[in-house]
T-cell receptor, first 116, second 112 residues
Framework: NAGVTQTPKFQVLKTGQSMTLQCAQD?????MSWYRQDPGMGLRLIHY???????DQGEVPNGYNVSRSTTEDFPLRLLSAAPSQTSVYFC???????????????FGEGSWLTVV | AQSVTQLDSHVSVSEGTPVLLRCNYS??????LFWYVQHPNKGLQLLLK??????LVKGINGFEAEFKKSETSFHLTKPSAHMSDAAEYFC??????????FGTGTSLTVIP
Protein backbone atom coordinates (compact mmCIF):
# COMPACT_ATOMS: atom_id res chain seq x y z
CA ASN A 1 0.00 0.00 0.00
CA ALA A 2 1.39 3.39 -1.00
CA GLY A 3 -0.53 5.34 1.68
CA VAL A 4 0.36 9.04 1.65
CA THR A 5 3.06 10.00 -0.84
CA GLN A 6 4.86 13.33 -0.75
CA THR A 7 7.28 14.74 -3.29
CA PRO A 8 9.92 16.05 -3.34
CA LYS A 9 11.62 14.76 -0.21
CA PHE A 10 14.27 17.49 -0.27
CA GLN A 11 14.25 20.89 -1.94
CA VAL A 12 16.37 24.03 -1.78
CA LEU A 13 14.77 27.26 -2.98
CA LYS A 14 15.97 30.79 -3.39
CA THR A 15 14.03 33.58 -1.71
CA GLY A 16 11.17 34.67 -3.94
CA GLN A 17 10.90 31.46 -5.91
CA SER A 18 7.67 29.53 -6.02
CA MET A 19 7.17 25.80 -5.84
CA THR A 20 4.58 23.12 -5.22
CA LEU A 21 4.82 20.26 -2.76
CA GLN A 22 2.84 17.33 -4.04
CA CYS A 23 0.73 15.04 -1.90
CA ALA A 24 -1.26 12.03 -3.02
CA GLN A 25 -3.14 9.35 -1.12
CA ASP A 26 -4.61 6.12 -2.43
CA UNK A 27 -6.92 5.33 0.49
CA UNK A 28 -9.94 7.31 -0.75
CA UNK A 29 -9.68 9.58 2.29
CA UNK A 30 -11.91 12.61 2.49
CA UNK A 31 -9.73 14.59 4.85
CA MET A 32 -6.28 15.86 3.86
CA SER A 33 -4.06 18.41 5.49
CA TRP A 34 -0.63 20.01 5.47
CA TYR A 35 1.52 20.64 8.52
CA ARG A 36 4.89 22.22 9.05
CA GLN A 37 7.25 21.02 11.74
CA ASP A 38 9.73 23.38 13.33
CA PRO A 39 12.09 22.68 16.24
CA GLY A 40 10.40 23.08 19.61
CA MET A 41 7.01 23.90 18.06
CA GLY A 42 5.52 20.55 17.19
CA LEU A 43 3.41 20.34 14.05
CA ARG A 44 1.30 23.29 13.03
CA LEU A 45 -1.61 23.06 10.63
CA ILE A 46 -1.25 25.10 7.44
CA HIS A 47 -4.33 24.18 5.41
CA TYR A 48 -6.79 21.34 5.33
CA UNK A 49 -9.53 19.93 3.14
CA UNK A 50 -12.59 17.88 4.06
CA UNK A 51 -13.29 16.85 0.48
CA UNK A 52 -12.74 17.66 -3.17
CA UNK A 53 -13.39 21.33 -3.84
CA UNK A 54 -13.32 22.29 -0.15
CA UNK A 55 -10.31 23.82 1.60
CA ASP A 56 -9.83 25.86 4.74
CA GLN A 57 -7.07 27.61 6.61
CA GLY A 58 -5.30 26.20 9.60
CA GLU A 59 -3.12 27.86 12.17
CA VAL A 60 -0.34 29.18 9.88
CA PRO A 61 -1.74 29.66 6.34
CA ASN A 62 0.10 32.82 5.26
CA GLY A 63 2.37 32.35 2.27
CA TYR A 64 0.74 29.08 1.21
CA ASN A 65 -2.04 28.12 -1.18
CA VAL A 66 -3.85 24.82 -1.62
CA SER A 67 -6.46 23.35 -3.89
CA ARG A 68 -8.32 20.04 -3.92
CA SER A 69 -9.54 19.19 -7.39
CA THR A 70 -9.56 15.44 -6.76
CA THR A 71 -9.97 13.23 -3.71
CA GLU A 72 -6.46 11.83 -4.17
CA ASP A 73 -4.34 14.97 -4.49
CA PHE A 74 -3.73 17.95 -2.23
CA PRO A 75 -0.80 20.09 -3.44
CA LEU A 76 0.70 22.86 -1.31
CA ARG A 77 1.99 25.92 -3.15
CA LEU A 78 4.55 28.35 -1.84
CA LEU A 79 3.86 31.58 -3.67
CA SER A 80 7.08 33.48 -2.95
CA ALA A 81 9.42 31.52 -0.74
CA ALA A 82 10.91 33.17 2.33
CA PRO A 83 13.61 31.91 4.71
CA SER A 84 10.91 31.67 7.42
CA GLN A 85 9.37 28.89 5.37
CA THR A 86 12.40 26.67 5.87
CA SER A 87 10.82 23.69 7.58
CA VAL A 88 9.78 20.08 7.29
CA TYR A 89 6.36 19.69 5.72
CA PHE A 90 4.02 16.78 6.32
CA CYS A 91 0.94 15.85 4.39
CA UNK A 92 -1.69 13.83 6.22
CA UNK A 93 -5.00 12.19 5.42
CA UNK A 94 -7.82 10.39 7.18
CA UNK A 95 -11.03 8.65 6.19
CA UNK A 96 -13.34 11.37 7.39
CA UNK A 97 -13.54 14.52 9.40
CA UNK A 98 -15.31 12.93 12.36
CA UNK A 99 -12.61 12.18 14.89
CA UNK A 100 -15.19 10.75 17.27
CA UNK A 101 -15.34 7.69 15.07
CA UNK A 102 -11.69 7.17 15.84
CA UNK A 103 -10.34 7.93 12.42
CA UNK A 104 -6.58 7.75 12.31
CA UNK A 105 -4.47 10.35 10.55
CA UNK A 106 -1.91 8.88 8.20
CA PHE A 107 1.21 10.92 7.51
CA GLY A 108 3.57 11.10 4.59
CA GLU A 109 7.31 10.75 5.06
CA GLY A 110 7.90 14.51 5.01
CA SER A 111 9.45 17.09 2.70
CA TRP A 112 12.53 18.98 3.86
CA LEU A 113 12.50 22.50 2.43
CA THR A 114 15.31 25.02 2.75
CA VAL A 115 14.89 28.59 1.55
CA VAL A 116 18.14 30.53 1.13
CA ALA B 1 -10.23 26.37 21.75
CA GLN B 2 -8.18 23.28 22.33
CA SER B 3 -4.51 22.72 22.98
CA VAL B 4 -2.08 20.23 24.43
CA THR B 5 0.92 20.73 26.64
CA GLN B 6 3.66 18.16 26.79
CA LEU B 7 5.28 18.75 30.12
CA ASP B 8 8.75 17.45 29.29
CA SER B 9 10.72 18.31 26.19
CA HIS B 10 13.27 15.57 26.92
CA VAL B 11 13.01 12.32 28.88
CA SER B 12 15.88 9.92 29.49
CA VAL B 13 15.39 6.39 30.82
CA SER B 14 17.52 3.30 31.11
CA GLU B 15 16.67 0.28 29.02
CA GLY B 16 14.24 -1.96 30.87
CA THR B 17 12.86 0.79 33.14
CA PRO B 18 9.39 2.37 32.89
CA VAL B 19 8.59 5.21 30.54
CA LEU B 20 6.27 8.11 31.42
CA LEU B 21 5.59 10.89 28.91
CA ARG B 22 3.19 13.52 30.21
CA CYS B 23 0.46 15.33 28.29
CA ASN B 24 -2.18 17.76 29.54
CA TYR B 25 -4.94 18.99 27.30
CA SER B 26 -7.30 21.93 27.24
CA UNK B 27 -10.66 21.60 25.55
CA UNK B 28 -14.11 23.15 25.73
CA UNK B 29 -15.72 19.89 24.61
CA UNK B 30 -15.03 16.21 24.93
CA UNK B 31 -11.82 15.66 22.99
CA UNK B 32 -10.31 12.85 21.03
CA LEU B 33 -6.67 12.35 21.95
CA PHE B 34 -3.82 10.61 20.19
CA TRP B 35 -0.18 9.76 20.74
CA TYR B 36 2.11 9.64 17.70
CA VAL B 37 5.74 8.59 17.47
CA GLN B 38 8.31 9.96 15.04
CA HIS B 39 11.61 8.24 14.44
CA PRO B 40 14.46 10.34 12.96
CA ASN B 41 13.77 11.57 9.43
CA LYS B 42 10.51 9.66 9.31
CA GLY B 43 6.82 10.45 9.25
CA LEU B 44 4.51 10.07 12.23
CA GLN B 45 3.06 6.76 13.29
CA LEU B 46 -0.02 6.34 15.47
CA LEU B 47 0.68 4.71 18.82
CA LEU B 48 -2.80 4.87 20.30
CA LYS B 49 -5.98 6.95 20.45
CA UNK B 50 -8.76 7.83 22.87
CA UNK B 51 -12.22 8.50 21.43
CA UNK B 52 -14.59 8.52 24.45
CA UNK B 53 -14.65 4.77 24.95
CA UNK B 54 -12.46 3.05 27.57
CA UNK B 55 -10.31 5.51 29.49
CA LEU B 56 -7.31 3.16 29.52
CA VAL B 57 -6.12 2.81 25.97
CA LYS B 58 -3.63 0.21 24.81
CA GLY B 59 -1.50 0.85 21.77
CA ILE B 60 1.26 -0.71 19.76
CA ASN B 61 4.67 -1.79 21.08
CA GLY B 62 3.48 -2.11 24.67
CA PHE B 63 2.46 1.54 25.14
CA GLU B 64 -0.70 2.60 26.89
CA ALA B 65 -2.29 5.85 28.02
CA GLU B 66 -5.00 6.77 30.48
CA PHE B 67 -7.52 9.52 29.88
CA LYS B 68 -8.22 11.38 33.13
CA LYS B 69 -10.87 14.01 32.67
CA SER B 70 -10.56 15.35 36.21
CA GLU B 71 -6.86 16.02 35.65
CA THR B 72 -7.19 16.87 31.92
CA SER B 73 -4.32 14.49 31.29
CA PHE B 74 -3.45 11.77 28.81
CA HIS B 75 -0.06 10.45 29.90
CA LEU B 76 1.75 7.80 27.88
CA THR B 77 3.40 4.90 29.69
CA LYS B 78 5.33 1.74 28.98
CA PRO B 79 6.46 -0.73 31.65
CA SER B 80 9.88 -1.46 30.17
CA ALA B 81 11.78 0.73 27.71
CA HIS B 82 13.49 -0.76 24.69
CA MET B 83 16.27 0.82 22.68
CA SER B 84 13.96 1.01 19.68
CA ASP B 85 11.62 3.31 21.66
CA ALA B 86 14.07 6.20 21.31
CA ALA B 87 12.15 8.74 19.24
CA GLU B 88 10.06 11.92 19.37
CA TYR B 89 6.55 11.56 20.78
CA PHE B 90 3.62 13.87 20.10
CA CYS B 91 0.35 14.24 21.95
CA UNK B 92 -2.50 15.41 19.72
CA UNK B 93 -6.02 16.67 20.44
CA UNK B 94 -9.02 17.28 18.25
CA UNK B 95 -12.67 18.04 18.85
CA UNK B 96 -14.43 17.97 15.52
CA UNK B 97 -11.82 16.07 13.55
CA UNK B 98 -11.03 18.82 11.10
CA UNK B 99 -8.23 20.48 13.04
CA UNK B 100 -5.69 18.54 15.05
CA UNK B 101 -3.50 20.33 17.60
CA PHE B 102 -0.06 18.95 18.36
CA GLY B 103 2.04 19.31 21.45
CA THR B 104 5.62 20.47 21.04
CA GLY B 105 6.92 16.94 21.40
CA THR B 106 8.93 14.90 23.91
CA SER B 107 12.26 13.45 22.88
CA LEU B 108 12.81 10.06 24.51
CA THR B 109 16.35 8.80 24.99
CA VAL B 110 16.92 5.20 26.08
CA ILE B 111 20.24 4.51 27.76
CA PRO B 112 21.69 1.02 27.31
Amino acid sequence: NAGVTQTPKFQVLKTGQSMTLQCAQDMNHEYMSWYRQDPGMGLRLIHYSVGAGITDQGEVPNGYNVSRSTTEDFPLRLLSAAPSQTSVYFCASSYGSQARSGNTIYFGEGSWLTVV
Amino acid sequence: AQSVTQLDSHVSVSEGTPVLLRCNYSSSYSPSLFWYVQHPNKGLQLLLKYTSAATLVKGINGFEAEFKKSETSFHLTKPSAHMSDAAEYFCVVTIWGNQFYFGTGTSLTVIP
